[in-house]
């Protein structure tokens, strides 16, 4: 999948809210759905378009469905924000490079 896809489907306030709490780990749509303002079939819903974006997946586990973070799905998403990372390091780098031949600075 792309990271485009990714960051419109966690665009949702709800997609992130449940992608947040999947940080603990695999859970059913009955957990995850406890303590939010929307139903089940919402929250499967809500689930299946992180399925869709490639930031979940699902296995059977007796008569339910349990969701878990696909470490995968987050490699287009991390490369992406990698980029700016990169680039935040480079600037950092030239402007200690600036300030290193300054001296140390006195405080009054």
């Given amino acids: 999948m792309t990271y485009a896809l990714a960051l419109q489907c966690l665009g949702d306030p709800m ?17 995850l759905a406890k303590g939010l303002p929307v139903s089940r079939p919402a929250v499967s819903q809500h689930l299946k378009a992180l399925k869709r974006a490639g930031l ?14 696909d470490p995968e799905g987050l490699g287009p998403l991390r490369v992406w924000l990698d980029q700016f990372w990169d680039r935040a390091l480079e600037s ?11 001296g140390p600075r006195r405080t009054p």
């Fill in 15 to 31: 997609r992130r809210r449940l992608f947040e709490k999947l940080r603990a780990g695999s859970a059913s749509v009955g957990v």
């Fill in 56 to 69: 979940v997946k699902d296995r059977p586990e007796g008569t339910r469905r349990v969701y878990f973070i």
């Fill in 92 to 102: 950092f780098k030239q402007e200690v490079g600036k300030t290193a031949g300054r």
